[in-house]
């Protein structure tokens, strides 16, 4: 009985140690702004991702979180709410906030069949310029699919980017799927760095095998 109060004790204060450390860090999606690149779906439910066993598995009883390590960890468990996710084919509405030209901001759906991004179509209500392009310029027919990323490769560029020493970090997450929505990770000027910041949003399964 002892042990289970232990237990408990400990998750209860990981809970908070999250909580305290994630309240700058981390954004609650629900608030995020959202690329309008689909209708709005449904979402396909999926079981919430729990953690088993001893919080002390996950953090040692004398550890020092500090606040990389924190968002790092807590990643992770967005990673593994995403790996429940019902179906690796699925498509998402996309928006990179960082770009020279508008057409490189412009919201777009990206198609995913196996974990592979498959295709990246404007979406309607993308705009792809602002006036500011040189005269003659030329907006390519279809966005570039080698600049977009499947799920999992966005965790990646988010992780490798907070492993590179950021001076500020904002991160949400979808609450049913896992998967980031509102990220900016901006670094110091002068930086070899250079910053990260998209929205994403209005994920959908898509189900049975790639057509």
Same mark, same amino acid.
């Given at each position: 009985?002892?042990?289970?109060?232990?237990?408990?004790?400990?998750?209860?204060?990981?809970?908070?140690?999250?909580?305290?450390?994630?309240?700058?860090?981390?954004?609650?999606?629900?608030?995020?702004?959202?690329?309008?690149?689909?209708?709005?779906?449904?979402?396909?439910?999926?079981?919430?991702?729990?953690?088993?066993?001893?919080?002390?598995?996950?953090?040692?009883?004398?550890?020092?979180?500090?606040?990389?390590?924190?968002?790092?960890?807590?990643?992770?468990?967005?990673?593994?709410?995403?790996?429940?996710?019902?179906?690796?084919?699925?498509?998402?509405?996309?928006?990179?906030?960082?770009?020279?030209?508008?057409?490189?901001?412009?919201?777009?759906?990206?198609?995913?069949?196996?974990?592979?991004?498959? &295709? @990246?179509?404007?979406?309607?209500?993308? /705009?792809?310029?602002?006036? %500011?392009?040189? =005269?003659?310029?030329?907006? #390519?027919?279809?966005?570039?699919?080698?600049?977009?990323?499947?799920?999992?490769?966005?965790?990646?560029?988010?992780?490798?980017?907070?492993?590179?020493?950021?001076? &500020? @970090?904002?991160?949400?997450?979808?609450? /049913?799927?896992?998967?980031? %929505?509102?990220? =900016?990770?901006?670094?110091? #000027?002068?930086?070899?760095?250079?910053?990260?910041?998209?929205?994403?949003?209005?994920?959908?399964?898509?189900?049975?095998?790639?057509?």
């Amino acid at each position: 009985m002892r042990n289970r109060i232990v237990t408990h004790m400990k998750r209860t204060l990981l809970l908070a140690l999250f909580v305290g450390i994630f309240v700058i860090a981390l954004t609650a999606c629900s608030s995020d702004p959202k690329p309008t690149a689909t209708p709005q779906p449904t979402s396909t439910p999926v079981p919430v991702a729990t953690i088993e066993g001893d919080a002390s598995s996950i953090v040692p009883d004398d550890a020092v979180i500090d606040r990389k390590t924190a968002m790092l960890i807590g990643i992770n468990l967005h990673r593994e709410l995403w790996a429940t996710r019902p179906s690796s084919n699925y498509k998402f509405g996309f928006q990179w906030n960082e770009g020279e030209f508008a057409y490189e901001r412009a919201n777009v759906e990206v198609r995913v069949l196996k974990n592979i991004v498959d &295709s @990246v179509r404007w979406a309607d209500n993308a /705009v792809k310029t602002d006036g %500011t392009e040189p =005269v003659d310029f030329v907006v #390519p027919a279809e966005p570039n699919m080698d600049q977009y990323y499947e799920i999992d490769g966005l965790f990646k560029i988010i992780e490798q980017a907070i492993n590179d020493g950021p001076g &500020s @970090v904002t991160l949400g997450f979808d609450s /049913v799927f896992g998967f980031p %929505t509102n990220v =900016v990770i901006e670094f110091a #000027p002068g930086s070899e760095h250079k910053n990260i910041s998209f929205f994403a949003a209005e994920l959908v399964p898509i189900p049975g095998p790639p057509e």
